[in-house]
């Protein structure tokens, strides 16, 4: 698996990729997410962790752009983003997973990369040129598939591969369209212990110019592959620090044993 990935990435030295204030959401009677406040700096990982029903999934829709905050507000690359579409966050440079993987499975591995390649191209309204195989769109999809081990399988259809190798896919997408940001939405959602520690050595390798905010539910996997971790449990943030500090954290710990240590 190489860690070779098209095109420049990184937010480029400066202003943090990203930075939220405040950020909440309610929906009627029930606070969602509720002030979260966070700052991923330009070369920076950071997890976001927490058990079911924490809010990570609503905070990671309010950073795309999939749903607009109640209060607070999202900054990308120093501009403020936070009423602004996902399209237009994705041009400025977010690359995304899904939680739910949302793949064209009737099409094969290489034409699913170049989709998103040239969605993130000049020619992205333009459907009626050819598709050559020696065009840029095509080399930064090849690219984006030998990045993520997939390259072998270029011509294989979409369905015909496991579960862990679409996840791959979706990483390979998202890479194709050349981000300064990446957002992996629980990429570890459903694989066995053989696909996540593939996912684990993907996602290491990826350069670390590539600023990565990691939301997933697999405590280990996160703190693992991350500067930083922020811990969220109802909606609200529990604490922010270097994994080994939130991993002895007796919150974190009581969230996910359900107990605290006895002294």
Not at 189 to 196: F, I, P, V, Y
Not at 212 to 238: F, P, Q, S, W, Y
């Given at each position: 698996m190489?860690?070779?990935v098209?095109?420049?990435?990184?937010?480029?030295?400066?202003?943090?990729a990203l930075?939220i204030?405040?950020l909440?959401k309610r929906?009627?009677?029930?606070?969602?997410v509720?002030?979260?406040?966070l700052?991923?700096?330009?070369?920076e990982?950071?997890?976001?962790?927490?058990?079911n029903?924490?809010?990570?999934?609503t905070?990671?829709k309010?950073?795309?752009?999939?749903v607009?905050?109640?209060t607070g507000?999202?900054?990308?690359f120093g501009n403020?983003?936070t009423?602004t579409?996902t399209a237009?966050?994705?041009r400025?440079?977010?690359?995304?997973?899904?939680q739910?993987?949302?793949l064209f499975r009737?099409?094969s591995?290489?034409?699913n990369?170049?989709v998103?390649?040239r969605?993130?191209s000049?020619?992205?309204?333009?459907?009626?040129?050819?598709?050559?195989?020696?065009?840029?769109?095509s080399?930064?999809?090849?690219?984006?598939?030998?990045?993520v081990g997939?390259i072998?399988?270029?011509?294989?259809?979409?369905?015909d591969?496991?579960?862990g190798?679409?996840?791959?896919?979706e990483?390979?997408m998202?890479?194709?369209?050349?981000?300064?940001?990446?957002l992996?939405?629980?990429p570890?959602?459903?694989?066995?212990?053989?696909?996540r520690t593939?996912?684990r050595?993907?996602?290491?390798?990826l350069?670390?110019?590539l600023?990565?905010?990691l939301?997933e539910?697999?405590?280990?996997l996160?703190?693992g592959?991350?500067d930083?971790v922020?811990?969220?449990?109802n909606?609200?943030?529990?604490?922010?620090?270097t994994p080994?500090?939130?991993?002895?954290?007796?919150?974190?710990?009581?969230?996910?044993?359900g107990?605290r240590?006895k002294?």
């Amino acid at each position: 698996m190489s860690a070779t990935v098209p095109g420049p990435q990184g937010s480029g030295a400066g202003a943090p990729a990203l930075v939220i204030s405040g950020l909440g959401k309610r929906y009627g009677g029930v606070q969602a997410v509720d002030g979260i406040s966070l700052e991923l700096g330009p070369n920076e990982r950071i997890g976001v962790i927490g058990p079911n029903g924490a809010g990570k999934t609503t905070l990671f829709k309010m950073i795309a752009g999939d749903v607009a905050p109640t209060t607070g507000t999202v900054e990308l690359f120093g501009n403020d983003v936070t009423r602004t579409g996902t399209a237009r966050r994705a041009r400025m440079g977010v690359g995304r997973t899904f939680q739910v993987s949302n793949l064209f499975r009737d099409m094969s591995v290489i034409d699913n990369v170049r989709v998103a390649a040239r969605g993130g191209s000049s020619k992205a309204r333009i459907f009626w040129w050819p598709q050559l195989p020696t065009d840029d769109v095509s080399q930064r999809a090849g690219e984006a598939l030998e990045s993520v081990g997939l390259i072998d399988r270029r011509d294989d259809q979409v369905s015909d591969l496991s579960h862990g190798e679409q996840r791959q896919l979706e990483i390979a997408m998202a890479l194709a369209s050349e981000p300064k940001l990446l957002l992996l939405d629980e990429p570890a959602a459903g694989l066995s212990a053989a696909e996540r520690t593939t996912l684990r050595q993907l996602i290491e390798e990826l350069p670390r110019t590539l600023p990565i905010l990691l939301i997933e539910h697999d405590m280990t996997l996160a703190l693992g592959l991350t500067d930083r971790v922020m811990c969220m449990e109802n909606g609200r943030h529990v604490v922010t620090g270097t994994p080994d500090e939130v991993r002895e954290h007796e919150t974190v710990k009581e969230i996910y044993l359900g107990r605290r240590d006895k002294k």
